[in-house]
């Protein structure tokens, strides 16, 4: 079985400080993983993938994730936050051999003036 | 493209009113899921398909709700009768075999 957890619900920065969303999964097999931003009252947006290429793989808005398979984590980050980046953001881990999309349920970044 | 399109944005309804949202794909692709979120279970999977055929519809609340995809570009998600409890953003999204998501900018419906 595969599933994700976003270890932390809720994360409050400072505008211009580094940002870190943490994200683990389990899977059998090698996964495909997703990271997707989703602003108030908006549909969900893709910001990044990992799809067994490189393990430190850039998004959009300056973002970027590490693949760490002994660690079992997809942890996102970005050097220096933006007022624009408070949303909320979800972790996905997908299993290419099945269809099965596992959906992390959601960490809500703060960004701080 | 377009990208996911859906109608209608907003649907206020009065409980026991017959409800159906639309979703438009992305063209060529053969997947379709429907989403309902909620600020108390967060994001839920509902249905997919494959090809225009049902896959998974384990997570549909209960027979009130029922999809359809009659052709590649077109599905329905209707609710009958709606019920407060019922009150969400629907979001639905399409993808190709082992490709991300691509998601709509959703329903929000409120049933009052």
């Known amino acids: 079985a595969q599933s994700v957890t976003q270890l932390d619900s809720h994360v409050s920065v400072s505008e211009g400080t580094p940002v870190l969303l943490r994200c683990n999964y389990s899977s059998s097999y090698s996964p495909s993983l997703f990271w997707y931003v989703q602003h108030p009252n908006k549909g969900l947006q893709l910001l990044l993938k990992y799809t067994s290429a490189a393990t430190l793989v850039k998004g959009i808005n300056g973002f970027e994730a590490e693949f760490k398979k002994s660690e079992t984590s997809f942890h996102l980050t970005k050097p220096s936050a933006h007022m624009s980046d408070a949303a909320e953001y979800f972790c996905v881990v997908h299993l290419y051999n099945n269809n099965d999309m596992r959906f992390g349920a959601g960490t809500r970044l703060t960004v701080k003036p | 493209d377009a990208g996911v399109i859906q109608s209608p944005r907003h649907e206020v309804t009065e409980m026991g009113q017959e409800v159906t949202l639309r979703c438009k794909p992305i063209s060529g692709h053969d997947y379709l899921f429907w989403y309902r979120q909620t600020m108390m279970r967060g994001l839920e999977l509902l249905i997919y398909f494959n090809n225009n055929v049902p896959i998974d519809d384990s997570g549909m609340p209960e027979d009130r709700f029922s999809a359809k995809m009659p052709n590649a570009s077109f599905s329905t998600l209707k609710i009958q009768p709606s019920e407060p409890r019922d009150s969400a953003v629907y979001f639905c999204?399409?993808?190709?075999?082992?490709?991300?998501?691509?998601f709509g900018p959703g329903t929000r419906l409120t049933v009052t």
């Open positions: 999204a399409s993808r190709k075999q082992g490709a991300e998501q691509y």
